[in-house]
């Protein structure tokens, strides 16, 4: 069956690394997805994986091996505004895409 | 230049009333998603369209649910016999594909509400 596993709940202290891991099962893979959600907000795009190994973008790093069905979301240098939902998607064969429930990140000072 | 556009931004509709949600995208972005968020869930996939290809419509919760997307640019979500369910935030995103990969941009929403 589809699957897409991730932490409910994280915290993380202003300043440092947090990693948002995400597992998947699906129906074939075609890529996947990060997003970051603030509370009343449309979804922002964060990146996309669809090879192997890590792709950085400034604070923010996401990771795929697909042998493992697994992915993470590397945020470095935290920051107040980074406290949001941050979403995984895979995108499966037939293009549909599969969403886990999210992370609830709370940033604190 | 301008982002991903949707209209109309919000929309109150009676029950069985028939909806359409337009979304326009970037220009040159061959992708075009909708994606449904009702109050305090997740984000639903309902389809997806790339270039010219056939879309997959199983993400689409009913068949009272239809989406089009004419000549690879503006599309429009329809949504026949509106049920109180069907209240949510439509979504609709555009992404360029160059190679391995994919930039998706949003855009604000539609929020319908069916009462």
């Known amino acids: 069956g589809q699957n897409i596993d991730q932490p409910t709940e994280m915290t993380a202290t202003e300043g440092a690394i947090v990693q948002i891991n995400c597992t998947y099962q699906?129906?074939?893979?075609?890529?996947l997805f990060w997003y970051q959600q603030h509370a009343g907000e449309a979804p922002t795009f964060l990146s996309y994986?669809?090879?192997?190994g890590l792709e950085e973008k400034g604070r923010f790093s996401s990771f795929l091996s697909r042998s493992k069905g697994y992915s993470y979301l590397l945020l470095k240098e935290l920051q107040m505004k980074d406290s949001a939902s941050y979403l995984c998607a895979v995108r499966e064969d037939t293009d549909k895409l599969i969403f886990g429930t999210g992370t609830r990140l709370q940033v604190f000072p | 230049g301008a982002g991903v556009s949707q209209s109309p931004s919000n929309k109150v509709t009676e029950k069985g009333k028939d909806v359409e949600l337009r979304c326009d995208p970037i220009s040159g972005h061959t992708a075009l998603y909708w994606y449904r968020q009702s109050l305090g869930q997740g984000l639903e996939f309902l389809i997806y369209?790339?270039?010219?290809?056939?879309?997959?419509k199983s993400g689409l919760p009913s068949d009272r649910f239809s989406a089009e997307r004419t000549g690879g640019s503006v599309s429009t979500l329809t949504i026949q016999r509106t049920q109180q369910e069907d209240s949510a935030v439509y979504l609709c995103?555009?992404?360029?594909?160059?190679?391995?990969?994919?930039?998706?941009?949003f855009g604000p929403g539609t929020r319908l509400l069916v009462l």
């Open positions: 369209f790339q270039g010219n290809s056939a879309p997959d």
């Open positions: 995103a555009s992404s360029l594909v160059v190679g391995f990969q994919e930039t998706q941009y």
């Open positions: 699906t129906s074939g893979f075609n890529g």
């Open positions: 994986n669809v090879l192997d």
